[in-house]
Every structure is written in C-alpha cells, then in structure tokens.
C-alpha cells in the first residue's frame, strides 16, 4: 500500500509517499480501506514536533510513522473479538492515539468507529470528528443571551463552534485573520475581528471564550471576561497552555471567573452528535479544498499556515 511516512520531525519535506505492508488487525481492531482523512492542526504539531507536547510518546523521533487521525473509509477486514461490524461496512472515527490515515490502508480500533450517514460524503464525513468533539464540549456553555468570543474560529473546529453557539441563541464574535471575515459571517458569527487589526480581549465581556490558538496572557483573557465568564483553550503554545493551568486558574478564582484549558474527550459518544446534525443537514460541513495522497505536505502546509478556510482533507484512491 501507499502510506505518506516521517520518520523524523521538521517541515512538510521531511515526508516521503512510499510503498509499506498492508497492516493486519490484531484483537479489537478493523482494517479500514481508507477513503478520506482530514487534516487536523494536531497533525501540524506532530509533523514538526512542536509545541513540546507533540513529541508525547516519541521524544527524538516520532512514535508513529503515518500521521492523520479523523479517517472515513470501508471495513476491508476484521480483527479477533471485533462485534457490530461488518467487512463492507463504511464508517468513520478519529484515531489520535494510532494515527495512519494518510495511507490506502490503516489499522482503526472498532470502538474509534461509527457508521457513516449516507448523508454524507466520504470527504464530509472524514472532516467531523475532532472537530465535533471540540465544538460540542466547548459550547456546552452556549445558550440565549450569552455572549460567546471563538478565537481561531475560521478553521474547522471554528466553523462547528459558530453554528453551534449561534443555533443555541448565543450572540458570537469570531476572530480570526482578515481573509477569514466573510468566511465567519457566512457560518453566522455576529461579530468578527481580524487578529492583526484588533484585540479581542478589549472588545468583551464575554461570557465564553473559546480559544483554539492560545498565545496571549493570562491577564489579557482575564480582562476579556464578564462577571462568572468563562475561558477554556483548547490548543496553543506550551506556554500559553501552562500558564492558563497554573496563574490562570488562580486569577480566575480571585477574580470570580474561570480560566482553564478544555480537557476533550474522544470516541463516537462525544463526535456522533454532531455527525447526526451534519447528515440531517442542520450543521453545514465546511471543506475548504482536497488534495490527493501525494499532495499531503501541501495540505499540512495550508492547515499550519492558517490559511484554510474549514476543513482541509485528503482523499485517498
């Protein structure tokens, strides 16, 4: 099979397309005919092994060779203990703790997976799970009246975190850079600001703010904060992760507020709702463009850079 391989950490050129052993399943484990894989940020971050964290389980070296988690493909073989599915069979999952999906083939354990809805495309059904896990934890807090900041909000986890804010009543402003603003209001967003222009800690209160590329002060997002608001982050520089952890959660308790980092929880429980709402049409899935198998650097270049506009995946065959 075709695999998309790094066996050390740097820019898109340290990837090579090469020619790897179909995989076997082992126990608990499917073998998936991989039809599209979205590209994630985390896939950014794991390419280049930065921030530090993204080097978890592979300090000098990457611990998987094969990167690419949020996969929609065919059940193409079945491993021992495997129930509910079929050979045949096609689903979709995301598979951040194994990985592999920028390859023909790759190994998914069968409780990463659900069906995919007819509804949607492969390439669809490929950009939802990460994404969906993020969106819907982070606008639990999303309801009438609420004042909600999404920073970061032109990319995928963005798209799903506006509509979803927006459908609960909530009033959005989304920040992003200034090719992105057309983009964010099409989705719904209120508001948006263009990072490079504006700071969006100095246009609240907010009452949420979702931060998906934390890099700011800890005293900046406090100030961005109503009475009894809320901040999570979800990625950023290690940094920026640390000290919301650490000086933020204290200053959030001094000051009556809650600063803290969004602790997402994976599997098909925590993205299957949100795939539901896409396959009845309520959520729109935003790709902002394909490429193929050979063209995975460019896909993780664009993603890195910030330039996407939705979801950036790779169909595959």
């Not at 690419?68 to 979709?92: F, I, N």
């Not at 951040?96 to 999906?101: F, V």
């Not at 309520?282 to 890195?304: C, F, H, K």
Request: proline share 6%.
């Amino acid at each position: 099979m075709k695999a998309v391989v790094q066996d050390r950490y740097g820019p898109p050129q340290v990837l090579r397309l090469e020619e790897r052993p179909v995989p076997v399943p082992g126990g608990g484990e499917v073998l998936l005919r991989v039809r599209a894989t979205s590209v994630n940020l985390s896939d950014w971050e794991t390419l280049r092994g930065r921030p530090a964290y993204a080097r978890l389980g592979g300090l000098r070296r990457p611990a998987r060779p094969v990167l690419g988690s949020d996969v929609a493909g065919v059940v193409e073989a079945l491993g021992p203990e495997v129930t509910g599915l079929e050979v045949g069979d096609e689903v979709v999952g995301d598979l951040l703790a194994s990985k592999g999906g920028f390859a023909e083939y790759c190994l998914a354990p069968a409780c990463a997976l659900a069906a995919k809805p007819p509804e949607l495309s492969f390439v669809q059904a490929a950009a939802v799970p990460q994404s969906a896990a993020i969106a819907l934890q982070g606008t639990r807090w999303a309801g009438p009246g609420v004042r909600v900041c999404v920073n970061g909000a032109g990319g995928g986890s963005g798209a799903f975190c506006i509509q979803l804010a927006v459908a609960a009543g909530a009033h959005v402003t989304a920040v992003d850079t200034g090719a992105k603003l057309d983009h964010m209001r099409s989705l719904g967003a209120h508001e948006v600001l263009d990072h490079t222009r504006d700071d969006f800690t100095r246009h609240g209160p907010f009452d949420l703010v979702l931060d998906l590329v934390a890099r700011r002060s800890v005293f900046a997002y406090r100030r961005a904060l109503a009475p009894d608001g809320r901040y999570r982050c979800v990625g950023g520089s290690t940094r920026a992760l640390l000290r919301v952890l650490t000086v933020g959660s204290l200053l959030g308790v001094a000051g009556g507020r809650s600063l803290g980092v969004l602790a997402v929880r994976e599997g098909p429980e925590h993205f299957g709702p949100l795939l539901r709402r896409c396959a009845e049409g309520a959520v729109e899935v935003r790709v902002d463009r394909t490429y193929s198998l050979d063209e995975v650097p460019a896909a993780l270049e664009r993603v890195g850079s910030g330039r996407s506009l939705g979801k950036v995946v790779v169909e595959v065959g």
